[in-house]
């Protein structure tokens, strides 16, 4: 295509080379996730296998499917689904100049599930904190998250309504509504993670002041984990709140290069916080076999201690001589 047919459809279509733009950063997106994909089962894997084999046979560590593994492995499978179908949807694009509304509307699902488990995901990984730190707060954070998963099925359904083939009033009104939605759902969801940072913080000030709370280790790790998982999802989900935005009017809003940035964001960021969580993961693991191994260095008697048990039980050495 030359530049005068290239400026012809431009013109024509203000976002034809937005198009172009994303649905080529969907092809690419979708081959970087899958890749990091397996390397990121691989390691969940591996750290669920080395929990069981290090554990005792009644330890809790022992299930490799609890409630936090099971939704850690659908976000790593969501999140690679999203990005399989959006690549799919690039692909037939740039092969068939054909809008393929059904990839785009599996992959809409599939991107506001991974949304809605992340939030299901810090609650059962941080709700032992708040019970410590604010148990008073459980039932409210319960509203939020029960708020959150309504918006984000408003939110699902709004995005259907602007793919089918609908009138274009319609549609229009839809891309007017997903704005409006987004933000709506994105401030309820950032109201729930920055309340669960303001328990971190409160829970690492406590561990450092009191030094009595039950399991501070791997509750300290969680919590200083987790502020790096708020400050990434938040990143994420300003980056989907802008182009959202971004992606809504008739006329660019903003250059090329900062609506790809913005949709770059959005597909890597996840693989990001995901990739925090198995780190953390790791280091509990770490954490629990140091620990282990300080109670079996303590519980075990010296060699002194040994010899002199042997020999005491065997009468060589009165209890009075001991005792001296």
């Not at 490799?64 to 799919?88: E, G, K, R």
């Not at 620990?291 to 010296?302: E, I, T």
């Not at 060589?316 to 005792?323: D, G, K, L, M």
Request: aromatic share 14%.
């Amino acid at each position: 295509m030359d530049e005068t047919s290239n400026l012809t459809r431009t013109l024509a279509d203000p976002w034809a080379t937005f198009d172009d733009y994303y649905y080529y950063t969907c092809i690419q997106g979708g081959l970087v996730t899958i890749a990091i994909t397996v390397v990121e089962v691989g390691l969940l894997y591996f750290i669920l296998w080395k929990e069981k084999s290090c554990a005792p046979a009644s330890s809790p560590q022992r299930r490799a499917l609890s409630p936090v593994n099971s939704l850690l492995f659908l976000l790593i499978t969501l999140n690679c689904s999203t990005a399989f179908f959006y690549m799919l949807q690039g692909f037939v694009q740039f092969q068939f100049e054909n809008n393929p509304n059904i990839n785009s509307i599996i992959g809409i699902c599939f991107f506001l599930c991974f949304q809605i488990l992340t939030v299901f995901y810090t609650w059962n990984m941080n709700i032992p904190i708040i019970k410590i730190t604010a148990r008073w707060s459980v039932p409210h954070l319960r509203f939020l998250m029960s708020s959150y998963f309504l918006l984000q099925i408003a939110l699902l359904i709004v995005n259907i309504l602007t793919e089918l083939p609908v009138s274009d009033n319609l549609i229009q009104s839809a891309y007017n509504l997903i704005p409006i939605v987004t933000f709506i759902s994105q401030f309820v969801v950032f109201a729930f993670h920055a309340f669960i940072l303001a328990q971190f913080v409160t829970y690492l000030r406590k561990a450092r002041l009191e030094g009595g709370i039950l399991e501070t280790e791997r509750l300290s790790i969680i919590a200083r984990f987790g502020i790096a998982s708020f400050g990434c999802m938040q990143a994420f989900l300003a980056s989907y709140t802008a182009f959202a935005y971004a992606d809504t009017p008739d006329i660019p809003i903003m250059p090329v290069w900062l609506f790809v940035v913005l949709y770059n964001l959005q597909q890597y960021l996840p693989l990001v916080y995901i990739s925090i969580q198995l780190l953390m993961k790791w280091r509990i693991h770490l954490a629990r076999e140091v620990s282990k191994q300080k109670n079996v260095s303590v519980a075990l008697p010296s060699n002194a201690d040994t010899i002199y048990a042997a020999r005491f039980s065997s009468g060589q050495i009165s209890a009075v001589t001991r005792n001296g």
